[in-house]
């Protein structure tokens, strides 16, 4: 337990002491900040409008307003989760330093889950801008906070999954370029799986639309906490982090 | 206190390491001396629990590399031939950082920091960047982090590579004097290095043992023909030179004598003679002649040649191609 802190703060760290962690705050903040725009001007028109015609259309902020947005935020994450994790081995492997971390009395493991959670919590960061977002809308609105932090775990979870797989596939090369390029591919194909059950509903087609990480979402974005959502998020987490056990395990007798 | 047991590291097609055995006692300094590519780096990581040998095994401080990984690492330091540094942590960060790893915590951890600094005189950088060091200081950095949780053994990966003359002596000197507490194996592929810091040395070739001894028995052990140094002087006059080598070269035993240097009125010549004491005789010899005899020295082997001897006659050039790569 004391090494896992031991390797989050290290790496939690290095985010903060390289520009990386400011761009990516940056550049989510001002992504998102943008949606927000988007959304709230379009909720906003619809209300004139439904005074203008003086018959009341039923509006909900939750339903018009945040869950969109909590949709819209991961898929954003989908483009920054293969930015938080390149560097995670990648870089440790270039630089040699992995040597001290292999050679030092320190379990696999908990180097893993340690550099895993600081990507968590790096990505963690990030989301916290949404929420200086969503708090005009507590303040000048009345939706509901539950839907909302059901959202946010969903948010996480996910986030979650994608960021094991983005650790494993770190370990694989000691180029952060190519890891990085290749989590977005990955991320990208795990998001457009879901297409094929459009105009296909045949038993391949459930499956690759299950194996999409959208659709898991989208009982987290209504703010329903589905067992089975949360299951597969949690499955993805553990494959992730098992494959990158085992990959760092093949480092060993092969290097 | 390390005791290596037909260690075998095998790669994809190659082997690295081929059947290794040796011992190494407590408090000494080991030189672990080959070409590059003999499987010196190899053998290190096996050691350090950084890979798994192929068969064979080993144990450090009477733990088994393969059965307790955990114990051997808490009692190794580790300094890899590029000191595994993060350019963007300070050097006193970094230092309390790796020795939270090792399992260091409050004041012992901040004692420990504080007397690696002074001893391997990073104290003055404690405050930089990493990436902003220059290569002798990231040397000695490298070196504090091996030794930061007092560690039974130190393993060093070419601890002197790319260092200047001037750092290379410094880091010797530290390496010697860390050997009384730690038990030091040091690989290198430069001799003099050998001969300067190590009591005892393992020759490697092509993964495979070539010798384990003492340096000086080593160095006695190739030293079949003798070679000495005779200086030769007068204080009637000049001598001349060659009336001295015709002289030297009549002494039964002796197969070849040449003048080497001069210093002023006095010659220094080189005997080669066969194994056995032409001492005496040559002693003998000058004086008779009405010459002084100012000095006669057995001339020192280098271990370069029994190192050339011992990885099958590799030419001088051969060794320094290999040496640029």
């Known amino acids: ?84 994790t390149m560097r995670l081995f990648a870089e440790e492997k270039r630089s040699g330093t992995i040597e001290l971390l292999v050679t030092s009395p320190i379990r696999d493991l908990e180097i893993i889950i340690g550099k895993w959670l600081a990507a968590l919590t790096m990505y963690a960061c990030m989301l ?22 059901i959202g946010y775990l969903g948010l996480l979870l996910q986030a979650g999954g994608l960021l094991a797989i983005g650790t494993f596939i770190s370990t694989l090369t000691r180029n952060q370029i190519i890891a990085g390029a290749a989590t977005f591919g990955v991320c990208l194909l795990l998001w457009v799986l879901e297409w094929v059950s459009g105009y ?41 982090l098992f494959f990158t056990a085992r990959s760092m395990e093949s480092l060993r007798w092969r290097s | 206190m390390i005791s290596v047991k037909q260690l075998t590291k095998k790669y994809a097609r190659n082997l690295a390491v081929d059947h290794i055995s040796f011992e190494v006692q407590k408090g000494q300094i080991v030189g672990f001396l080959g070409p590059n590519g003999a499987g010196k780096t190899t053998t290190m990581r096996m050691l350090t629990c950084f890979m798994p040998p192929t068969s064979g095994g080993a144990t450090v401080a009477g733990f088994d590399v393969l059965e307790q990984p955990l114990e051997v690492k808490k009692r190794i330091g580790y300094l890899p031939e590029t000191p595994p540094l993060y ?30 600094c002074e001893r391997c005189a990073v104290a003055d950088v404690r405050n930089k960047l990493l990436g902003r060091l220059s290569k002798g200081y990231r040397q000695r950095v490298g070196l504090a982090q091996a030794i930061i949780h007092n560690p039974d053994v130190l393993v060093l990966d070419e601890p002197t590579a790319g260092l200047d003359p001037k750092q290379i002596n410094e880091t010797r000197d530290l390496i010697k004097g860390l050997a009384g507490d730690h038990t030091i ?15 005892q040395v393992v020759i490697i070739n092509k993964g495979k043992l070539v010798a384990t001894d003492s ?39 002796v197969s070849r004598a040449q003048l080497k240097t001069t210093h002023g009125d006095r010659n220094v010549f080189e005997v080669e003679s066969q194994k056995g004491f032409v001492r005496g005789e040559l002693a003998r010899a000058v004086v008779q ?22 990885t099958g006659g590799e030419t001088a050039a051969e060794a320094a191609a290999k040496g640029v790569e």
């Open chain 1, 1 to 84: 337990m004391r090494n896992i802190w031991i390797i989050w703060r290290k790496e939690l760290r290095s985010y903060f002491v390289s520009p990386i962690a400011y761009l990516l705050l940056t550049m989510f903040a001002l992504i998102f900040g943008f949606f927000f725009w988007n959304a709230l001007g379009y909720f906003v028109m619809m209300g004139m409008e439904s005074q203008m015609r003086g018959q009341a259309i039923p509006m909900n902020l939750n339903e018009e307003v945040i869950r969109p947005l909590l949709s819209n935020a991961s898929v954003i994450g989908l483009f920054f989760i293969p930015m938080i």
């Open chain 1, 128 to 149: 916290l801008f949404t929420a200086l977002n969503f708090a005009f809308l507590f303040k000048y609105g009345n939706p509901d906070w539950k839907p909302l932090a």
């Open chain 1, 200 to 240: 296909e509903t045949a038993a391949w087609a459930q499956v690759l639309a299950y194996m999409s990480v959208i659709t898991h979402f989208e009982s987290f974005a209504k703010g329903v906490l589905d067992v089975k959502d949360a299951v597969f998020y949690l499955t993805v987490i553990f494959l992730g």
């Open chain 2, 87 to 116: 350019p963007e942590m300070e050097t006193g960060e970094y230092l309390t950082f790796v020795g939270r790893l090792k399992g260091l915590s409050g004041s012992e951890l901040k004692k420990r920091v504080d007397y690696v």
């Open chain 2, 185 to 199: 194996i040091l690989s290198t592929h430069i001799l003099p290095e050998v001969e300067q810091t190590c009591e």
């Open chain 2, 215 to 253: 340096v000086t028995n080593l160095q006695n052990r190739a030293r079949g023909a003798e070679s000495l140094l005779v200086e030769v002087g007068s204080r009637a006059g000049v001598v001349e030179s060659a009336t001295v080598v015709q002289r030297l070269q009549q002494i039964p035993g």
């Open chain 2, 289 to 310: 002649a009405g010459w002084d005899l100012n000095e006669l020295r057995p001339a020192a082997v280098s271990l370069e040649e029994i190192f050339l001897q011992l």
